[in-house]
């Protein structure tokens, strides 16, 4: 009976390791129109507005899978809506996260982020000495593949906002140090141009919009 009882244990477990494990997956989320968001900033003749919307705390960074922020990355979902009956085009697109202090921070480009959540800044040194001078390539960052996918469906691609529609996607500030990154920060997004290759004015969108909104009780 005893040796039913460690086989059916026995069986239990082998069944409970070759169980399917269900890892995590990153999904976008969605392009709603810019003006719901609290951090936005209005272009009403161009009807075009833009949109910041920062993963800066726990439950939204809990969307990624990748450490961006215990790795000193800021996400910033940005949004842009056309509500005109024209196409606007991204192709010159530049934006640029300034500090309380004016500091400037560019998006960081996907080799930046990859060498900052890369193993190998974490991979320990070997003390042996060795006797021979052995040849040595640069290293090269090693990134999970799934670190990988999961950036590259994240990252802000549109080339262009259709008429009467929302594209959104991610840009990631390197914000390493700065204890408050969004206090008194401004946006500043420039190169949109319109149907006819005329450049729209600069976009600003001050992030204490989003620090400061409440909203409103039911």
């Known amino acids: 009976m005893r040796s039913r009882v460690i086989i059916a244990v026995l069986i239990a477990l082998s069944l409970a390791g070759a169980a399917p494990v269900f890892e995590k997956k990153f999904e976008a989320p969605r392009a709603f129109h810019a003006k719901t968001f609290p951090a936005y900033d209005e272009h009403p ?30 996400p910033i979902h940005l ?79 549109a080339k262009a906002v259709a008429p009467d529609t929302t594209e959104g996607g991610f840009f990631f500030f390197d914000v390493d140090g700065l204890d408050h990154p969004l206090n008194g920060a401004r946006l500043y997004i420039s190169g949109l141009r319109d149907d006819q290759g005329q450049e729209l004015m600069y976009f600003e969108i001050p992030l204490e919009k989003y620090l400061t909104y409440q909203p409103a009780n039911p």
């Not at 161009?46 to 726990?58: G, H, M, W």
């Not at 300034?98 to 991979?123: C, W």
């Open 79 to 157: 949004l842009i809506t056309n509500d005109s009956g024209k196409p606007v085009s991204l192709t010159g697109l530049k934006i640029e996260l300034v500090t309380v202090d004016r500091t400037k921070i560019a998006p960081a480009e996907v080799g930046d982020i990859y060498r900052k959540v890369s193993k190998m800044k974490n991979r320990p040194t070997d003390p042996r000495p060795y006797p021979l001078p052995i040849p040595r390539g640069a290293p090269k960052p090693s990134v999970k593949r799934e670190y990988q996918e999961e950036i590259e469906a994240a990252m802000f691609k």
């Open 45 to 74: 003749l161009e009807k075009v507005i833009i949109a910041a919307d920062p993963y800066d705390l726990p439950e939204k960074d809990a969307a990624f899978t990748v450490p961006f922020r215990k790795e000193g990355l800021l």
